[in-house]
């Protein structure tokens, strides 16, 4: 009997990193059940939404904006 009333059915491949290099500024996409996060690279979060495209894109305009201020 399962401890939790809901179990995941698939999470094997959440995790998505298509190019994990340290010292890289792009944002890490991950699925969350139906819904995709993209977290900055001390792991705040920066959008959540539904749309995989637009939350990818968002993020990447997000952090490019942020690393002009400098």
């Known amino acids: ?5 809901r179990e ?3 999470n094997d ?5 298509e190019n994990f290099v340290l010292g890289d500024y792009s944002p890490t996409i991950i ?3 139906k819904k995709w996060a993209a977290y900055d690279k001390n ?3 920066i959008i959540l939404g539904y749309n995989r495209r637009i939350c990818q894109e968002y993020a ?3 952090v490019r904006k942020d690393g ?3």
């Open 60 to 62: 990447n305009d997000r």
């Open 13 to 17: 491949s959440s995790f998505i990193s």
């Open 8 to 10: 995941s059915k698939c």
């Open 1 to 5: 009997m399962p401890k939790r009333k």
């Open 31 to 33: 699925e969350h059940g």
């Open 68 to 70: 002009q201020k400098w």
């Open 43 to 45: 792991g705040r979060l």
